[in-house]
């Protein structure tokens, strides 16, 4: 597999290369640039199958950089900051290495790659994340402003609509996102998550307590005590669901 090394700091280039001696079998190093701008011509000059990126860059991050690729090859971080996790997983890196690098570590991000090379990601048969509807055994990864989540949905309580946001409800987090409430419930799995109303998508699992409501519709209570009404005509449903 072609590689190419991306830091700015040359000492840190030339002990990953001395690293990944260990594995020239699998990995020959055909390139090495000092920053984001020579890594897009190099990429481009040099068509590698995996880049070794520092986020952390003068004038263009690391992040900055896959912007600017039309097609990225896979990507290993190497860096010394632990806190661009989540946005590493945005760009479906295969790893996240932290300075400086551990052999036994990297020896294992190596075998990842092995098994990602023997694997047919891309396989027609596969169910792929974007192909169906997600359940409560998912992540799902959420931007507000500055800050990122990544909370399994079977922690987020409900969803509440905000006009043209959606304010997502879990642990003792309530990001918001771009997204309408409709489009969001064509994405989630109908066995764990209920429209209640026009602004509420609950979580099923989190319901402590229904009662009767005005006008025929019901009253839930959820875990954290929150309290929603379910219109006349989604407790018709309701009840259709999950009656025996």
């Not at 800050?147 to 642990?171: A, H, I, M, T, W």
């Amino acid at each position: 597999m072609k590689a190419i090394i991306i830091d700015d700091e040359r000492l840190a280039r030339q002990e990953l290369k001395l690293l990944l001696e260990a594995h020239k079998d699998t990995i020959t190093i055909i390139g090495e640039a000092t920053n984001g701008k020579e890594g897009i011509q190099l990429i481009k000059e040099l068509n590698p199958d995996l880049i070794f990126l520092d986020i952390q860059m003068p004038e263009m991050s690391g992040f900055e950089m896959l912007k600017n690729l039309e097609e990225i090859p896979k990507v290993i971080f190497v860096t010394a900051y632990d806190d661009h996790a989540i946005e590493a997983f945005k760009v479906d890196a295969l790893d996240y290495l932290l300075k400086p690098v551990e052999p036994e570590l990297l020896k294992g991000t190596i075998e990842k790659l092995e098994n990602s090379q023997e694997e047919d990601f891309y396989s027609p048969d596969e169910n792929h994340r974007t192909e169906r509807k997600l359940t409560i055994s998912d992540h799902i990864f959420l931007k507000d402003g500055e800050k990122c989540f990544f909370p399994k949905l079977q922690d987020v309580r409900y969803f509440e609509s905000q006009g043209n946001y959606v304010r997502v409800f879990f642990n003792d987090e309530r990001p918001m996102i771009l997204r309408s409430l409709n489009a969001l419930q064509e994405r989630l799995s109908t066995e764990d998550f209920f429209r209640a109303n026009r602004k509420y998508l609950i979580n099923i699992h989190h319901i402590e307590s229904i009662e009767n409501w005005f006008n025929g519709g019901l009253k839930v209570k959820l875990s954290d005590e929150k309290e929603i009404e379910v219109s006349r005509r989604q407790t018709i449903r309701f009840k259709d669901i999950m009656m025996l």
